[in-house]
């Protein structure tokens, strides 16, 4: 077989289906949900879109509660997953031309969800399609299973296998190329701390302190009123706010309001893959605040907060800092701060653990911390396909054989739909050196791209279940 002939042949209506498919404003629409179409009117109909393609092409398809549906061909007892999904995040502002218009521009079809994930998936039907128009013989069932939530709280793949067979191997065309074969165990905590009451009059009170909106990612800002007092007191807190500002290099203000001097500090938001590459703007607020006569609440929180996260994104002052070959080292975020003086005091903590490390001695660690309660604790498990499965083998050799560069393996520290499979990767579908556009304005796939990953996982589907 010439996978990529086989591509060229079915080029326009390719690239038409793709378009009718990405017309779809297949957004999550939680109001709009009910039986049989839990994610609303139109996720639902993308979903019926691609399950009525497999019913004209004479493949067997289920739907599965609206949740998921699957398009299988071949036969035999196991089955290769092919996992994508036709929900895409809300289109956002500033597009050149209407999200949903998919226009073709530069060789590039314009749309949300062009490469996250409805282009993609389109590409896997085709493949699927090469193989039956061939009538290739196959020893296994090849059954790509479509998700409708995979951008929200992945509701699909949990309702999808509760009910249908775990396939024995499999990917997901849902993320980069060559092959994402580790990715790190993902802890979300959030911690509350109480605190006595305070005793004897300090110089200031701090009333309030909120840092970063989600614990995924560095908080940029973080926003704290302070009250005073004696005015003196006050004009030297906000000097010394300045000189803390300009001795780490800084951006921030102090302002007046009625509840007291309101100081805003600015920090560089990055995702918490790698904490260390931001400035937490948070962390950088409770070093600044405990270093003055705060009143022991506002003083204990600060205080502790430093201790445990000054300069640390490894878990070090936590020990729980570990690290392993495949996947590199523990990381550790603190996303969000939440401050209300006799009422509030929490953090969330965002913790990515190597693929060999257990999260139950990242929980101790975090239980350990003194004076703190776990109010929230999610453990989603590290996901590794070793380097000598099969299906790593299989992968490799497809995409070298068609690409010519070597298909490396990337562990990463973020969470793909790959790790809903028990033995899956995720295989595309974005090329090594292309910029991630994925969730942005302009988001694209480029036709090219999107022709060699059809021919690769053309490829990969028949020499998995062949
Ligand atoms: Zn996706």
Redesign the pocket.
């Given at each position: 077989m010439n996978w990529e002939v086989e591509v060229i042949r079915k080029k326009d209506e390719l690239i038409k289906d793709a378009q009718s498919f990405l017309q779809i404003e297949s957004v999550l629409d939680e109001k709009g949900g009910r039986e049989g179409k839990p994610f609303g009117e139109k996720v639902d109909e993308a979903l019926q879109y691609m399950l009525n393609k497999g019913e004209i092409e004479g493949f067997t398809v289920k739907n599965v509660d609206g949740y998921a549906g699957h398009i299988e061909y071949g036969q035999g007892e196991d089955i290769v997953g092919v996992l994508c999904?036709v929900d895409v995040v809300p289109a956002g502002e500033g597009w050149t031309t209407p999200p949903f218009s998919a226009d073709i521009r530069d060789n590039r079809i314009f749309a949300r969800g062009a490469i996250?994930?409805k282009g993609p998936t389109m590409a896997a039907f085709y493949a699927l399609k090469i193989l039956k128009d061939a009538g290739l013989q196959l020893s296994k069932k090849i059954r790509m299973i479509i998700g409708t939530d995979?951008e929200s709280d992945w509701r699909c793949v949990e309702h999808y296998f509760k009910h249908e067979a775990m396939p024995t191997i499999g990917f997901a065309p849902?993320a980069d190329f060559p092959i994402i074969h580790a990715e790190k165990g993902i802890i979300d905590a959030v911690l509350s701390f109480t605190y006595q009451k305070e005793m004897s009059d300090k110089r200031y009170t701090l009333k309030q302190f909120t840092s970063g909106q989600r614990l995924n990612m560095v908080p940029d800002e973080a926003i704290a009123t302070v009250t005073t007092a004696k005015e003196h007191d006050r004009d030297s807190l906000h000097m010394a706010f300045e000189a803390y500002l300009a001795e780490h290099q800084l951006s921030g203000e102090g302002k007046i309001t009625d509840d007291g001097w309101q100081f805003t500090l600015k920090g560089v938001s990055v995702h918490a893959m790698e904490p260390s590459l931001g400035i937490n703007a948070g962390i950088h607020m409770a070093k600044f605040l405990c270093q003055h006569e705060l009143d022991e609440q506002g003083l204990a929180f600060t205080s502790h907060i430093t201790a445990l996260f000054d300069q640390d994104t490894r878990g070090q002052k936590l020990g729980i800092a570990c690290q392993d070959d495949i996947s590199g080292e523990l990381t550790l975020n603190v996303g969000t701060i939440r401050y209300i003086q006799h009422e509030e005091a929490t953090l969330g903590l965002n913790v990515r653990y190597p693929v060999t490390a257990d999260g139950k001695d990242v929980r101790k660690g975090i239980e350990s911390i003194k004076g703190a309660r776990i109010e929230k604790f999610d453990d989603s498990q590290p996901h590794h396909v070793s380097k000598d499965h099969p299906l790593i083998k299989t992968l490799q050799r497809v995409y070298e054989e068609q690409t010519g560069d070597a298909a490396s393996l990337i562990a990463i520290g973020g969470g793909t739909?790959a790790r809903s499979l028990e033995a899956g990767v995720a295989f595309g579908p974005l090329f090594p050196g292309r910029p991630d556009c994925a969730h942005q304005k302009d988001e694209y796939i480029e036709i090219d791209d999107l022709l060699r990953a059809t021919a690769l996982y053309a490829q990969a589907m028949y020499e998995l279940a062949k």
């Open positions: 999904h996250d994930d995979e849902d739909y």
